[in-house]
């Protein structure tokens, strides 16, 4: 039982809902709820009349439809915790669908459970479908999307006239912001395996350590065939400034290239600033006595080039790539702890 679940239970106990009211079918086109829950003082008529209404509501949701929603809520429609941005009345959810369904195309929404009381009636939806549009920074994958929602609306002649609502939204913004990696994209290293520690040499030479500060050699394939250009960074992810360490970062990594050597860029490419100020690679040297992870990723990109700004900061070039990410892949070593 999800939290969504626990708190319609609880809410039917308190009202002192009667049985699951098995409604005769109709408008079989519109979204059927799981279990249906009426409260004994509601007559058959009033209850068919309601939970038509929210039927069509939902039928809207689950389709995209505008004409189920004109249908359901009534001219002078409330939304009763408007989100931010979003219109009052009924050009709100008009839009919020056709942006929804420009992120997620095949969305769907199944009604759980539905309860009617008084002149409410109580949703417990689920919508689902997958991620194949453009959320922000992140283009879809095809990734699953499945979150629940709970509405109640007040109604009032038949329709909708106020709607409160409250969304699993935690869980849409992990679906929307999982990355799946493009299948086959690999990144290696000849001098580098996965998970394991770094050799002397690959040490920075400042801040206590004493190594050559050589950077390895990358290499990768399989990367997407829509790849137009590849950014690679590298980051340790355990440094004591509370958002890791960013010791080297190149883009505009011209598109066909497979490799960076150990010594020289690819013709084209560009370095970014890393944390200390400069455009250098910089090995790790961990704090004495502690092992920290350092991950490399290669980023696959929809453009040739990012374009940022003149004296664009790290975290802005940054922001574009991951804007322009369409796969990625990586490889983490460790090193330390150094006496």
């Given at each position: 039982?999800?939290?969504?679940?626990?708190?319609?239970?609880?809410?039917?106990?308190?009202?002192?809902?009667?049985?699951?009211?098995?409604?005769?079918?109709?408008?079989?086109?519109?979204?059927?709820?799981?279990?249906?829950?009426?409260?004994?003082?509601?007559?058959?008529?009033?209850?068919?009349?309601?939970?038509?209404?929210?039927?069509?509501?939902?039928?809207?949701?689950?389709?995209?439809?505008?004409?189920?929603?004109?249908?359901?809520?009534?001219?002078?429609?409330?939304?009763?915790?408007?989100?931010?941005?979003?219109?009052?009345?009924?050009?709100?959810?008009?839009?919020?669908?056709?942006?929804?369904?420009?992120?997620?195309?095949?969305?769907?929404?199944?009604?759980?459970?539905?309860?009617?009381?008084?002149?409410?009636?109580?949703?417990?939806?689920?919508?689902?479908?997958?991620?194949?549009?453009?959320?922000?920074?992140d283009i879809g994958q095809g990734q699953e999307i499945k979150f629940s929602a709970v509405d109640v609306y007040t109604i009032k002649d038949g329709k909708i006239a106020t709607n409160w609502h409250l969304e699993?939204?935690?869980?849409?913004?992990?679906?929307?912001?999982?990355?799946?990696?493009?299948?086959?994209?690999?990144?290696?290293?000849?001098?580098?395996?996965?998970?394991?520690?770094?050799?002397?040499?690959?040490?920075?030479?400042?801040?206590?350590?004493?190594?050559?500060?050589?950077?390895?050699?990358?290499?990768?394939?399989?990367?997407?065939?829509?790849?137009?250009?590849?950014?690679?960074?590298?980051?340790?992810k355990d440094a004591p400034t509370g958002s890791g360490f960013w010791h080297w970062i190149v883009y505009d990594i011209p598109k066909g290239t497979t490799n960076i050597s150990a010594k020289k860029l690819p013709?084209?490419?560009?370095?970014?600033?890393?944390?200390?100020?400069?455009?250098?690679?910089?090995?790790?040297?961990?704090?004495?006595?502690?092992?920290?992870?350092?991950?490399?990723?290669?980023?696959?990109?929809?453009?040739?080039?990012?374009?940022?700004?003149?004296?664009?900061?790290?975290?802005?070039?940054?922001?574009?790539?991951?804007?322009?990410?369409?796969?990625?892949?990586?490889?983490?070593?460790?090193?330390?702890?150094?006496?």
């Amino acid at each position: 039982m999800n939290k969504y679940t626990s708190k319609l239970a609880i809410f039917f106990i308190l009202i002192g809902v009667g049985t699951a009211y098995a409604y005769q079918k109709q408008n079989d086109d519109l979204p059927q709820a799981n279990t249906i829950n009426i409260d004994k003082s509601i007559s058959s008529k009033q209850a068919d009349i309601m939970m038509l209404a929210a039927r069509k509501y939902s039928a809207f949701w689950n389709t995209g439809e505008e004409k189920y929603l004109y249908q359901a809520l009534a001219p002078n429609f409330i939304d009763l915790n408007l989100p931010q941005g979003r219109k009052q009345g009924r050009q709100g959810p008009i839009e919020a669908s056709k942006w929804f369904r420009g992120v997620v195309p095949d969305l769907k929404a199944k009604i759980i459970e539905m309860t009617v009381v008084k002149n409410k009636v109580i949703l417990q939806l689920e919508f689902s479908g997958h991620f194949k549009g453009k959320f922000h920074n992140d283009i879809g994958q095809g990734q699953e999307i499945k979150f629940s929602a709970v509405d109640v609306y007040t109604i009032k002649d038949g329709k909708i006239a106020t709607n409160w609502h409250l969304e699993d939204n935690q869980t849409l913004i992990n679906q929307l912001t999982k990355h799946i990696p493009a299948k086959g994209f690999q990144l290696k290293s000849s001098v580098l395996k996965e998970g394991e520690s770094i050799a002397a040499n690959q040490y920075w030479n400042q801040f206590g350590c004493s190594g050559a500060n050589d950077r390895p050699d990358l290499s990768w394939s399989g990367a997407p065939k829509n790849s137009k250009s590849f950014a690679v960074s590298f980051y340790d992810k355990d440094a004591p400034t509370g958002s890791g360490f960013w010791h080297w970062i190149v883009y505009d990594i011209p598109k066909g290239t497979t490799n960076i050597s150990a010594k020289k860029l690819p013709t084209g490419a560009l370095a970014a600033n890393t944390d200390i100020g400069n455009k250098d690679y910089l090995g790790p040297c961990p704090p004495k006595g502690r092992k920290h992870t350092y991950v490399f990723t290669l980023h696959a990109l929809d453009v040739e080039n990012l374009n940022p700004p003149k004296n664009a900061t790290s975290a802005l070039i940054r922001f574009f790539i991951n804007k322009h990410t369409i796969g990625k892949t990586t490889l983490s070593v460790t090193a330390g702890p150094r006496e």
